[in-house]
């Protein structure tokens, strides 16, 4: 049976790339949207009955000569419509563009119908040649039954099978951790834009989970069995460690150790989310751009080496990537896939989960240049507050209408240290004031606390650097409303050797 579109993911398990300028974003231009517009009718046509559409595709082929996936559909309804000379010409236009080998294999059916046979074993082979490898489907075929008898037929058929197996034996194997406390769609987002990702070959990653040990693992409500333990694990040329409660890594040994015995050889390590902690732990950050969810944000830029990218959805830093929170692992996940594959792959991954991919996007919610310069005025308003009644002039109210008022709630004055001990901060403006004047007795003056710079704004979170006498604060803010509010103060002292050292950061 010829094969429409839908088998280029569900009959034919080797997905086709759909060209970069057919995924992309929707364009603005009338002409493009009157297209899209046709190409939705045409769709919808399809969908109620292949045959009846191909009126709707002449008509998107009309406007657009080049678009592959239209001759291709335009191709299969004919085609099933019994119009096989037009079916035919229609499959030789999508394969010329390119589409899919779906189309070439197409050609071999129709002209197997129309009792070319010849004709129909040439294009079969040149189908093979193409990329075309499902032997399983195309020996069952019955639009190639008359084909069946001659031993051209069997020849393409093992053509096909060692081209499915070398294609097999070139996916990439890609480790995704998995263990208690891990966040669903951290894991679970990678997984999927690894298994969708194919080309004219076939599908183009092995993805499979690992863990501990294979006990069922309840992940909000979802039972989770892992593929694979530490012992059986085949070995990854990409590891994927998810976010989520990662003091379940952190904290334990085997599985950090598994992490640490396979990163020297692996080709790549991506971090979805928080994951970016466990990463840093490894010391596989260290020298490195990095990003992480952003209620992690302050604390990973608190680690030693790692320079926080501003905003970024996911950042590439060569023999590793980090994305940013949750959904941000999918974004992280269809760039290794172009880094792989190329962006037409990439593209076709997204296209077939429906997914809004813009890889130059800069940060998750899109702020533009307006929205963000106000944001940064209105947090250096906040800072200066925070600052003004912490340690110069001002008092309790201004550090009190500085802070969020269910600070506790977001585990104010709390976090890891650089050795992952947890250690507690100070929580009241009194002890915190008592805290600046220590430090100020001990290594230069209050005033030092006066410089800080902003190193991330997004939608709803901010993270600010401020120098003082004998270290950092790194200040999460919150934005309620119209307001910004101090959420979280994350301090990091500085090496002996810099006590003394004259605070670069500039104030904003």
Known sequence: MVLGLAAICTVLPFAAPIRAQQASQP?????????????????????????????????????????????????????????????????????????????????????????????AFTALEAAVDKGFVNHEHAGHDADLASLRDDPRFAAALARMQTAAAAAEADRVPVAVLIYPGVELLDFAGPLEAFGAAHDARGPKFKAFTVARDKAPLRIDGVRVVADHDFEDCPKPQIVVVPGGRVSAVTGDEPTMHWLAKVRPELELTMSVCNGAMVLARLG?????????????????????????VPGARFVDAGEVVTAAGVSAGIDGALHVIERYCGRDVAWSTARYMEYEWRPDRVGPYGLDDPARTAARN????TVEHFLDGLVRTGGPEHVEASLHRDLDKFGFGRALDDNGHHRTYPRTYDDMHAASIELAERGGNPDAWGEFEILD????????????????????????????????????????????????ATRR
């Open 378 to 381: 209105a947090i250096a308003v």
């Open 457 to 504: 704004v997004q939608d709803l979170v901010a993270v600010v650097k401020v120098r003082e006498p004998l270290g950092y604060d790194y200040l999460t803010l919150g934005r309620f409303g119209d307001e910004w509010r101090v959420r979280h103060v994350l301090w990091q002292q500085l090496p002996d050797s810099t006590h003394s050292a004259t605070p670069t």
């Open 27 to 119: 364009p603005a231009s009338a002409a493009a949207a009157e297209l899209a517009e046709l190409r939705a009718a045409a769709s919808a046509a399809f969908a109620t009955g292949p045959a009846s559409s191909a009126p709707a595709w002449r008509a998107v082929v009309a406007a657009a000569p080049d678009d592959g996936e239209g001759w291709h559909r335009l191709g299969y309804a004919l085609h099933v419509a019994g119009e096989l000379e037009a079916a035919l010409a229609a499959h030789r236009r999508a394969t010329e563009l390119g589409f899919s080998p779906i189309s070439a294999y197409n050609v071999a059916c129709a002209l197997a119908l129309l009792g070319r046979r010849d004709e």
């Open 284 to 308: 596989a950050l260290e020298g490195r751009r990095a990003t992480t969810h952003h209620g992690t944000l302050a604390r990973l830029a608190a680690v030693s080496g790692v320079t926080i």
